[in-house]
């Protein structure tokens, strides 16, 4: 709606409803901006300083509670973080933007992960993973046939129990596992691995190849919010001086450790 007709229609209201139509009109224009910007005390202290009428404080609160209510039951967000949410940012509150949204899976995962074929030994693998600390942090493991296309994962633990000794991979490895595709937001990952109860998803091509592109694990997760920490101290650093950097107050004396002679 706007923001001219908000007056006008609350002049309408007032001659409708009776009182002062100045007083309706600057409800409509205050109770506006309280809907749009979810903030009603703003609103309030806005309209109360365009025309300093003490009668007019409890209407406005009325009307700017009203208006904040409707609007945070009708609407998702407001129109602050409209235009950003429309960028295809999550907004999880206002102002704040979920650090999972800002991160493609592609991004952050596992490219060419080490993959075993479905007639490889498990005891074999056992003990490359027991000696290379690099691949047994993958956490997970594709099974791919000679094109590259997936048959299936096996996890570290699956190689543990003695049902897998002298076993082949096919035998242990689970044949139909969740997975995430390189397009996707870190968000829906998160969601997926804790629905599934799982710490790492194969990363497969959206089309029916079934060719495995890499492995995302919870590590990679973490990576998101890594990213947000570095950006803060970032921008934290930024705002000191270079020339406060050099002053150092002076230490008294005797405020240094005594070495025990």
Same mark, same amino acid.
């Given at each position: 709606m706007p923001s001219s007709a908000c007056p006008s229609l609350g002049g309408i209201m007032g001659h409708g409803l009776g009182g002062?139509? &100045?007083?309706?009109?600057?409800?409509?224009?205050? *109770?506006?901006?309280?809907?749009?910007? /979810?903030?009603?005390f703003t609103s309030v202290v806005f309209a109360f300083e365009l025309t300093h009428d003490t009668g007019s404080l409890l209407p406005l609160l009325i009307a700017c509670a009203l208006a904040h209510l409707t609007s945070a039951l009708v609407l998702r967000r407001s129109i602050l973080t409209e235009k950003v949410s429309r960028r295809g940012f999550h @907004?999880? %509150? +206002?102002?704040?933007?979920?650090?999972?949204?800002?991160?493609? $899976? %592609?991004?952050?995962?596992?490219? !060419?992960?080490?993959?075993?074929? #479905?007639?490889?030994?498990?005891? +074999?693998?056992?003990?490359?993973? +027991?000696?290379?600390?690099?691949?047994? /942090?993958?956490?997970?493991?594709p099974v791919v046939d000679e094109a590259a296309r997936m048959q299936g994962v096996v996890g570290w633990t699956d190689l543990l129990g003695p049902s897998a000794q002298g076993q082949a991979i096919s035998a242990v490895m =689970?044949?139909?596992? @969740?997975? &995430?595709? #390189?397009? +996707?937001?870190?968000?829906?990952?998160?969601? /997926?691995?804790? !629905? =599934?109860? @799982? *710490?790492?998803?194969?990363?497969?091509? /959206?089309?029916?190849? *079934? @060719? $495995?592109?890499?492995? $995302?694990?919870?590590f990679e997760l973490l990576a998101a919010r890594r990213r947000q920490l570095e950006e803060e101290r970032h921008r934290e650093a930024s705002l000191y001086l270079p020339v406060y950097r050099h002053l150092r107050l002076p230490r008294r004396a005797g405020s240094g450790r005594r070495t025990p002679g």
């Open positions: 002062s139509a &100045a007083t309706w009109e600057l409800m409509g224009m205050a *109770g506006t901006l309280a809907g749009v910007t /979810r903030s009603p @907004v999880m %509150r +206002e102002y704040i933007v979920d650090p999972l949204e800002a991160l493609f $899976v %592609r991004e952050v995962m596992v490219a !060419e992960p080490y993959s075993v074929t #479905p007639d490889s030994g498990a005891d +074999e693998f056992r003990r490359v993973l +027991e000696t290379d600390p690099v691949i047994r /942090r993958q956490r997970l493991y =689970h044949g139909q596992p @969740v997975v &995430a595709f #390189p397009d +996707e937001t870190l968000r829906s990952v998160a969601d /997926r691995m804790a !629905e =599934h109860q @799982v *710490g790492a998803l194969p990363v497969v091509e /959206r089309s029916d190849s *079934g @060719v $495995v592109l890499g492995v $995302v694990t919870s």
